[in-house]
């Protein structure tokens, strides 16, 4: 026994058996609490119990459902049943509720102290463990947040901003290990945007350092070519820039018996041609806005590691305004479900396909959420990660700021879309915009969020809503994507304000509070409602009002 009297506490209905128990453990050091039935026993239970004796048989509530009605209040103790019948069933029932053991009367006093000990030493114990494996788990949670740390660090670049026509936004999950998946973008201000996306074999350190010395000397090449060799940018393509790389690298990677995928790309933002290198890495998505498909892009190479065969072949593809890339690694359409089937390449296209119209930020919440439904979890046995560069139809200004929402259809859920403007407005870092703005706009966008439920759904309550909202130097553009039934703009009338006609106001209100309002139905049936404000007010109303439902 230690220092301090363990507390234990006894429940029986037979006044003569708690006296003789009572005085039985208070002798043996123990400081004992006594109730008459099951219900007592879970009333006076407390945290500072570390063993419970009971009764099967007690008046207003028995042995076994005293015994329930503790463990959930301290999962963690384990009370011994005590029973005068040589049926020994109840008992039994009792153990795989939870008991530590039962003892049939009459019983010897030191066989039932042995028994009371073994029962606290073996909680004791137990509780111990759980608290080993919180403190475990908690300590593979700073492991994991100081790998996330290492990678944004060291292994994934930041992307560009205030590129004119181009929108880019990045995913990056770590596993519980550290790995080697990196990414880069290097931006030329004269037209040219260059970026690596490369995955190391293996785990651990070494595999994120050699990722982080790939970047490195990408960077080191492409500075030496335009300063030192005095190559002019517009020579300095995918094909050099991988094979320097490669000849600068193959002796280290050869010697820690590994190998480096990777696609190195440039985008010629003038002419509209991506060219890059592959080797070995996963095939790049190029999503066609004019056709709304997807085709795959693959070259030739072997991984860097692998001695070289024949030189490195630069492909070429070119692209339009609303074209998207999507670059990705392996752990991404590896991730499995509960039955070890792989989520795979052409669940991503479809996913690309389907997401695209939410912009690029919008496209990589949403796979990030379809790859978490899909695996049923947030923690994954490799690191994904994701690029999504994407050529937006605002061909003469940067996209400062943008953010999504995703809504159920229900009704209660439009006071979030309120919460998400202003927040997002919350964030504008230049020149905030009018308040009175702001306010007409958040009215217009609720006006079509609860159309949308009330319409396009037609009383269903499975429908999704995705909204996406952008900012720019001189508007803030906010998209709703629904796959509701489709909308004729020209079938509302406009509204009477005589109280002759139900409907129409809300198109109205929307219209009276944006600057541009329009309306489509995409060939894969989803409709797009777009609403525009200028951040500065304009000497009239630009509306365009193909729009909304009444």
Do not use: W
């Not at 943008?402 to 439009?414: F, G, P, Q, W």
């Not at 309550?461 to 996406?468: A, C, E, N, P, S």
């Amino acid at each position: 026994m230690s220092e301090h009297p363990a507390t234990i506490l006894i429940a029986d209905d037979d006044p003569t058996i708690r006296a003789i128990l009572q005085k039985t453990f208070e002798k043996a050091g123990y400081r004992v609490i006594v109730a008459s039935d099951g219900l007592q026993a879970v009333e006076f239970f407390s945290a500072e119990v570390t063993a419970v004796l009971l009764d099967l048989e007690m008046p207003r509530m028995n042995g076994i459902e005293a015994l329930r009605r503790i463990r959930e209040i301290e999962p963690d103790i384990s009370p011994i049943m005590l029973t005068a019948s040589e049926d020994v069933s109840s008992a039994v029932e009792a153990v795989k509720s939870g008991a530590f053991d039962y003892i049939i009367k009459p019983f010897h006093a030191r066989q039932l102290i042995a028994l009371v000990e073994k029962a606290i030493v073996t909680d004791r114990n137990a509780r111990a463990v759980k608290r080993l494996k919180a403190e475990l788990q908690s300590a593979r949670e700073r492991e994991i947040e100081t790998a996330s740390r290492i990678q944004q660090t060291l292994l994934m670049g930041t992307p560009p901003t205030r590129i004119p026509g181009i929108e880019i936004s990045t995913l990056s999950i770590p596993s519980q290990k550290v790995d080697g998946d990196f990414y880069d973008f290097f931006h030329f201000g004269n037209g040219f945007l260059h970026l690596v996306v490369g995955d190391v074999m293996g785990k651990g350190i070494a595999s994120a350092l050699l990722g982080a010395a790939t970047k490195s000397h990408c960077l080191r090449v492409i500075h030496d070519l335009a300063h030192l060799h005095r190559l002019p940018v517009e020579a300095i393509d995918p094909k050099t820039v991988v094979t320097h790389v490669s000849k600068a690298m193959f002796g280290q990677i050869e010697a820690i018996e590994t190998f480096v995928t990777l696609c190195y790309g440039r985008f010629d933002l003038k002419r509209r041609i991506f060219s890059f290198v592959d080797c070995g890495h996963m095939r790049t998505i190029h999503y066609h806005a004019a056709t709304h498909s997807c085709s795959l892009l693959e070259g030739v190479n072997m991984p860097l590691g692998f001695p070289e065969i024949e030189p490195y072949r630069e492909v070429s593809v070119s692209y339009e305004p609303g074209d998207l890339f999507f670059f990705y690694s392996d752990g991404l359409t590896e991730t499995m479900d509960a039955d070890g089937r792989q989520f795979g390449e052409q669940a991503l296209v479809d996913a690309v396909r389907l997401h695209r119209m939410l912009g690029c930020y919008g496209l990589i919440r949403h796979i990030q959420d379809d790859i978490v439904r899909f695996s049923g979890s947030h923690v994954f046995q490799d690191d994904f990660t994701a690029v999504a560069v994407g050529f937006t139809d605002i061909q003469q200004e940067c996209i400062e700021m943008e953010d999504a929402l995703e809504l159920e259809n229900d009704i209660s859920r439009v006071a979030d879309v309120r919460r998400f403007l202003l927040g997002f407005f919350s964030r504008m870092e230049n020149a905030p915009m009018d308040p009175v703005r702001v306010d007409r706009l958040v009215l217009a966008a609720t006006e079509v969020v609860t159309n949308i439920m009330r319409h396009a759904y037609d009383g269903r309550t499975d429908g999704k809503i995705r909204m996406h909202a952008v900012c720019t130097s001189s508007r803030i553009e906010i998209r709703f994507f629904d796959n509701g039934i489709a909308f004729d703009p020209g079938s509302v009338p406009p509204p009477r304000f005589d109280g002759t006609q139900e409907g129409g106001y809300g198109i109205y209100i929307i219209g009276q509070c944006v600057d541009q309002v329009t309306y489509r139905r995409d060939p894969l049936g989803v409709n797009v409602t777009r609403l525009v404000m200028n951040r500065e007010p304009c000497s009239s109303n630009g509306s365009s009002h193909e729009e909304v439902r009444s």
